[in-house]
Structures are given as C-alpha cells and as structure tokens.
C-alpha cells in the first residue's frame, strides 16, 4: 500500500492534488496510526516522506498564527511562515530499537527483540526537528546530533531545549520550544503530562479518555522533559523502557489521526 505515489514526468501541481487526496485517505484509514510509512514515497528516508511531510503541513496548518506551511527543496523539508520569519523543517525517527540497548544488554535483544520495533516507522515515531546547525559556520545539523545522542530520543529533546533559543536562526522567534512540543504532538514527553497518562494507561483506561486526557493538558513552565536514563540497568529495567516507548508511540500517533480527523482550527496556549 502507498498512499502518496510519484509518476514519472507527472506535472507537480496535478500530482500534489493526487497526494493530498492520498493523505485524506491515509487519516481516514483503519488504523492509521500503525500504518508503516515503509512503502511510501520519499526523496530521502520514510521519515520524510510526501506522507509524513503533508501530516504534519496540516498539523502545523492548524496553528492559526502562522501564514504559510508548504513543502521545499523537491520535496525534502517543510517550510514555516508567521509574518517575515520563515523556518525549514526536516524529519527524523524519535526512537530507534538498535539505541535502545547498550552493550551489556545485546544478549537480551538478540532473544528478545524490543515490542516498540513493531511500531518504528509509523507516524507517532516521526518528528519535524528545524533545519540548522550549531553555529553560524560550523557544526553538524541536528539529524546528526540526534545520531550522536545514540539515537535516543529524550536526550535529544534534552538538547534541544537547552540551546533552541542559541540556535543562529529564527527558529526561537517563530516558535518557542514549548510551542514546538504542543505543535508536533509531544507533549506526552514532559514528565507530569507521562506520569498523569501512563498512570491512566496502567489502570486499563481506554485510548480515547487518555487522547482526551492529553487534550486537555497544557505544558507550564515548570515542566520537565522525561527521561530514560533510571531504566539501563538490567532485563527487567529494558523491558519497562520497551513498554513506555511503546505506549508513547501508539498514544502520539492516534493523538494525531484524532487531530487531523477534527476540522476545526486550534488555538494553542501555554
């Protein structure tokens, strides 16, 4: 199956309309959310897909403040506008199973590979992170920060907070870091809005009171970002990581199918 197909010599502005009709499809789809994005149709990897790209265009495009989302570089990024400032967007994979496991821990994965790996390349596991470098001149990009942070996915977050407004762009003006995390759909990534939801989770709660439970909350100012660093400890420790993962995943994505499925503009504040 492949929602968003390229035709070679297909006019651009004919094909754009065939692939916003595959996205319509795509959200409307049974199971949407666990729909692998292996088949679709990229320029680079199934991260940054026609597909995911146009997922998140709308996403983004239910921000009223900003002024116009569109695809750039032959289908490579997005980009972001709010007045005079405008922002490209590549996409990467959050979690990565092979990250997931030190050394000491290859035993255990080789009989027992993590559950969360069924998941890997569905849209709760894919994330816009903006297009810049460390510094003006110099310095790897963030895809390969995230590489360098053993692919682990919290850590990055960690890294990005910390330096998002040291970044030599507009990226701080356009949006704030917390902004961010509530337009990409990670605010189940701060550790009150996880403990309150996974507690939920654990209690047998079904998904749409916890997509309503996530609705609701709003990330303060205090909030901080989860982290997994407690759970590389042993079998038992990997398995509770596995699980959350997991969890994030299956919550993030149907958060969005339930998003994109609502007409409606929406207002964020923080």
């Known amino acids: 199956m492949c929602y968003c197909k390229h035709k070679k010599y297909a006019r651009s502005k004919q094909e754009m309309l065939e692939w916003e009709k ?27 897909s026609v597909l995911s790209q146009l997922i998140f265009i709308r996403l983004f495009g239910k921000v009223i403040k900003f002024t116009n989302i569109e695809m750039v570089e032959g289908g490579r990024a997005i980009s972001i506008e709010d007045k005079n400032i405008k922002k490209d967007f590549l996409f990467d994979i959050m979690h990565n199973p092979k990250s997931c496991q030190p050394h000491e821990q290859a035993q255990f994965y080789a009989c027992d590979k993590l559950k969360f790996e069924e998941l890997y390349h569905t849209i709760g596991n894919m994330a816009p992170v903006p297009k810049t470098i460390v510094s003006k001149n110099y310095g790897p990009n963030l895809q390969h920060i995230h590489k360098d942070l053993n692919e682990l996915w919290p850590w990055f977050l960690k890294f990005l907070q910390d330096n998002w407004k040291e970044f030599p762009t507009e990226v701080d003006t356009l949006m704030s870091f917390r902004e961010y995390m509530t337009y990409t759909c990670q605010q189940i990534y701060f550790t009150r809005i996880f403990d309150k939801v996974y507690k939920l989770y654990n209690e047998g709660r079904n998904w749409e009171e916890l997509i309503y439970e996530l609705e609701r909350e709003k990330i303060e100012k205090t909030d901080t970002l989860i982290s997994f660093n407690n759970l590389f400890k042993d079998e038992e420790s990997i398995s509770e990581m596995d699980r959350r993962i997991k969890f994030l995943i299956e919550l993030r994505g149907k958060y969005i199918i339930h998003l994109l499925n609502d007409d409606k503009k929406i207002d964020f504040k923080n």
Request: some cysteine.
């Open 22 to 48: 595959g996205c319509s499809e795509y959200l409307k789809s049974e199971n949407a959310w666990k729909y692998s994005f292996d088949s679709e149709y990229s320029m680079v990897d199934c991260e940054q």
